[in-house]
Structure formats: C-alpha cells, structure tokens
C-alpha cells in the first residue's frame, strides 16, 4: 500500500491507523506489559509511529504507561504499556452439566474475580442457570474493586453444545435438559438479561466448550506457538476444539469437533445423541465413575479415583486402565485424522491424564501408523481449569481487539440511544 498525495492505494491511512491500533492492543492482550522498544521491534514500525498509537489506545482509556521497575542500559528508558485489566474487562460464563461459573476477566487475561457452583449431575433448565449467571454476575459486577467509569468490553458464554456459528443458537445440547435448551438463542437470551437486569449492552458470543478451550490454550496456554492442536475436554460428555493450519476448524456450520459422539463400540451403551457406543458413553463422567463402582458420584470423586489408584487400591486401577484404553482408541484415531502437534488434555482429563497416558502412547505408536503420530505431544492445559472460561473471555474481548477505537465509536452511540 502505498499514500500520495492524497491518494490512496489499497488501505487508507485510517484503516491503516485502526489496524495498528488493534495489532497493538492485542499485543499487550495477550503478552502483557510491553516496553515501546519491543513493541516497535515486534510491529516493525518506527518509534514515533508506536507513540502516536500508544497515546490514542491511551487517551481511550484501554491502556496507560508506565516507566519500567528497573533501567539497566544507558539512554532514555523505554516506557511500558500495559493493558488496563481493571478498567476494561469480560464477563465470562462457563455453563456445565454440573457447573455454572461466571468470572471477571481484565484485558490482558487475568481472572480479577470470580464465582462458581459445582452440584450434583441433573436436568438444570435454562431458568435455573440463567438465575445463578444474574446472581453471580450481580456480585461481581459490585465489587469495591472496579473503578468509577470501567467498562464492559464483552459477554462471552461457553456451553458443553454444538453452537451454530451463524447466530449463537444452541442446535444441540445432549447431556442438558433437551427440551429446555435446545435450540435456545443464548446470546440474545444472555443480552437482554444483562442489558434489562444491569444495563449492560456490551456484545455476548456463545461458543462450544472445547472450540473456547483450544482457543485459550493457543492464545496463552500451553498452545503458544502450535499451528496444529486437539483440545479434548472431558466432563460429562466429550468434545474437542480443532485448531488446522492456525485456524479454528469449525466446519460448515460450527459443529465441528463433537468427537464425544464418535461411534467407538456400536455394542455399548446407549448415548444421550440417541446413538450406540459414543467414545463419550466409554470414556465421560459416568463411565468413569461407573468404571470404579461409584455410579452416585460427583465430579471430585473422578480426581478421588486418581488418588486411590495412585495409591494403590486395585479395583481403581482397574478402572482406570479400563478407561485408559478407552481414551487412547480415540485420541489414537484423532491423530490420525489431524496430525496434530498437539493434544491438550482438559476437564476431567486433566485429572486421568497422569494414570493414563502412558496407555495413550503406547497405543499411539503401535502398528505401521506410529511413525506418523510419533511426534505429537500430549498434555494437561496450562491453564488448568480455566481454559474454557479464559476462551469465553478471548471471545467477548475479540470485537474490542478487532477495532478497538471503532468498537468504543459504536458502544458511545449504543450508550446515547440508550441514555
Ligand atoms: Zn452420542
């Protein structure tokens, strides 16, 4: 591209200005504090060009800076820019069979605060989450630690669904009272809601557990750097994020990924889907614990099971090397069909990982096919737990990073309407 005067070739000087902004703040999104001199180096932009987009990221309010805590070299020290987590954050959800969390997400990735509820597996409807969502949100939201003037950047919302990437509506929902979530327009749900009960009218994006945990876990989990990764969560059913060639793998219509209903044993249990021997009906929750005899049990008592075979008890190791083989049939022929670099390991996996995968890697490089799938790494997330909500929050702060001076032009003008 290229401007003179006057004219314009391509990009004008304004889209150009707008795509630094945001290749800027994402930066700072997403390695945190950053000094001017690296910023310039890494954006391959000169130092007075960084400056001029530094003050207008700043005098918006979405980042401030600082002088650094030490200065070693000669000459002038190079400020940092820091991202502004308390002024500007996400509101995360992570909506389970068994589980509702809600967090407090800053720009930069942090998890400022955050508030959960783990119950017993049941038919939940929508109404009952929706309640714990408003209240937890209503806590988080009057927290003496959010300054005057903060703002909602975004509304993300993970679900252990298939998420029709068109509109956020809910297609399919198996392990969840059926009648009540299917095809329930969560995100306007969640909108109005939020906008009617706080007046929040920031952007909600639903997406697929998993599609946000792989999400997260490339943007600043163990993924860092990984064009190519599996993201498997385990809960009470299974699915996976697909992450291809850099891209999220979200097919036609965004219900890639649900592997949970993979067909593995067409003689085996009866899935919630409807269908016979899903991997998720061997290797979820239930089949888990059902494994180990402890057909009542809640989602500790998977992390217990660990313990105990751990420990030595051999009914649990049993059960274990039971469900091992189980898990390793399937990430043996998800490496096969992706040839990832990577598979991460999240949910209830994160707990089974350590008793199994050393199952997992022998069946991996068994047979002619193992050269192929040798070079795969397999690991637990290197956000634990939280990958899923970290992915909610990625979500909600993406059309801030996109155009960060466009998106606050537009929540003004929502606010004026509003007001
Ligand atoms: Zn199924």
């Not at 945001?22 to 180096?41: I, N």
């Not at 040839?339 to 997992?360: E, K, R, T, W």
């Not at 890697?361 to 070079?375: A, C, D, F, I, K």
Request: hydrophobic share 45%; proline share 4%; glycine share 14%.
């Amino acid at each position: 591209m290229r401007a003179r005067k006057g004219f314009t070739y391509g990009v004008t000087q304004e889209e150009l200005r707008r795509h630094n902004l945001s290749t800027l703040l994402r930066y700072v999104h997403e390695h945190g504090p950053t000094s001017r001199a690296v910023l310039t180096a890494s954006m391959n932009l000169n130092r007075s060009t960084i400056g001029a987009l530094t003050a207008d990221l700043s005098s918006a309010g979405l980042v401030e800076e600082e002088l650094p805590g030490q200065h070693l070299g000669a000459g002038r020290p190079s400020l940092v820019v820091v991202p502004r987590a308390a002024h500007v954050y996400a509101l995360a959800y992570m909506i389970g069979v068994d589980f509702v969390v809600a967090a407090r997400v800053g720009l930069g990735g942090q998890v400022l605060d955050r508030r959960e509820l783990y119950r017993p597996r049941g038919d939940y409807d929508l109404e009952d989450v929706m309640g714990h969502l408003e209240r937890f949100t209503g806590e988080l939201l009057s927290a003496d630690d959010i300054p005057p003037g903060a703002l909602c950047a975004g509304v993300g919302a993970a679900v252990p669904a298939a998420v029709r990437s068109a509109d956020g509506m809910l297609r399919f929902v198996p392990n969840m009272n059926w009648d009540d979530w299917g095809d329930a327009p969560l995100g306007d749900i969640l909108h109005r809601r939020l906008m009617e009960t706080f007046g929040i009218a920031a952007p909600v994006a639903v997406g697929n557990d998993a599609d946000l945990g792989a999400l997260a876990e490339r943007t600043r989990g163990a993924a860092v750097g990984c064009d190519d990764v599996v993201y498997l969560v385990g809960e009470v059913g299974v699915g996976a994020g697909v992450i291809a060639g850099g891209e999220a793998m979200s097919g036609h219509d965004g219900y890639a990924g649900e592997v949970g209903h993979m067909v593995v044993n067409p003689s085996g249990r009866l899935c919630r889907c409807g269908a016979r021997g899903c991997w998720e009906t061997e290797i979820g929750e239930p089949a888990i614990l059902a494994a180990a005899g402890h057909a009542d049990g809640r989602r500790a008592t998977v992390a217990e099971l660990v313990a105990e075979a751990t420990a030595g008890d051999e009914k649990a190791v049993r059960a274990l090397e039971h469900i091992g083989s189980w898990i390793a049939l399937g990430v043996a022929n998800i490496v096969t069909v992706f040839n990832p670099s990577m598979v991460i390991f999240g949910g209830l996996f994160d707990d089974v990982f350590p008793a199994v995968q050393g199952q997992i890697r022998t069946n991996l490089l068994s047979g002619s096919l193992g050269v192929v799938r040798e070079g795969v790494r397999l690991v637990t997330p290197g956000l634990g737990a939280d990958s899923t909500l970290i992915g909610a929050a990625e979500k909600a702060f993406e059309p801030l990073l996109a155009d960060p001076l466009g998106f606050l032009q537009q929540t003004a003008r929502n606010s004026a309407v509003a007001g």
